[in-house]
């Protein structure tokens, strides 16, 4: 059983549009990350949100961090071909020495 | 951002030799390190913790002695997979916990090894 579930696990749109991928959990967490990670490549760092409620935003895309700090939202808007790619949430748990990973979302962006 | 590289980015070996593939913090101090395995289009999943010069903590499941773990150095931790076999191949990717207050984790380029 995976501690954060993403949704949806697969997306396919056009480009223009706008999505949201969520990242669900009945923990608590003290901070949260996103990440991006294209084909044949590591994740790599977009954001990290650490208080309940908390909104972040990096050009078009918009990540927010739950009230009670169990899920986080990750929303793009006019999505372009380069946003394509397998999107992660990562959780730290208070006491654990290593980040819980989500299940992923993996982004299609069609030109 | 921290820069993790690895090295090699890519491998072909034998059935029953051995690999090593090298993680390295290029411009910060990494306490501990993580390894992990992807399987196509699937996410990440912990293999072991890396803690510098202490024994790798591994996650269960993960077999002690055909993935051997050194973390010898403050920026090198080494993952050697021992008597390779074809269901061993997969893409590996180390990353290095930053700082003490907030965790972040900085994510190498990963390797892909391929067992014949």
């Known amino acids: 059983t995976q501690l954060l579930e993403q949704s949806p696990q697969f997306l396919s749109i056009q480009e223009g549009e706008n999505l949201t991928v969520y990242c669900n959990s009945s923990s608590v967490f003290s901070s949260l990350q996103w990440y991006r990670q294209e084909p044949g490549e590591g994740p790599v760092l977009l954001v990290t949100v650490v208080t309940g409620g908390e909104v972040k935003k990096l050009k078009r895309l918009t990540f927010q961090f739950g009230d009670a700090r169990k899920d986080s939202s990750l929303h793009i808007t006019a999505a372009q071909p380069g946003d394509t790619g397998l999107y992660l949430c990562a959780g730290d748990i208070s006491g654990a020495n290593n980040l819980f990973f989500g299940t992923g979302t993996r982004l299609t962006v069609i030109p | 951002g921290a820069v993790v590289s690895q090295h090699p980015s890519w491998v072909i070996c034998k059935s029953g030799t051995s690999v090593k593939i090298e993680c390295r913090s290029l411009?910060?101090?990494?306490?501990?390190m993580f390894w992990y395995r992807q399987f196509p289009k699937q996410s990440l999943m912990l293999m072991a913790t890396s803690n510098e010069g202490s024994k790798a903590t591994y996650e269960q499941g993960v077999e002690k002695d055909k993935f051997l773990i050194n973390h010898a150095s403050l920026t090198l931790s080494t993952l050697t997979v021992t008597s390779a076999h074809p269901e061993d191949s997969s893409f590996y990717i180390c990353?290095?916990?930053?700082?003490?207050?907030?965790?972040?984790?900085?994510f190498g380029p990963g390797t892909r090894l391929t067992v014949t």
């Open positions: 990353s290095a916990r930053v700082g003490r207050g907030r965790y972040e984790q900085y």
């Open positions: 411009d910060f101090q990494a306490t501990t």
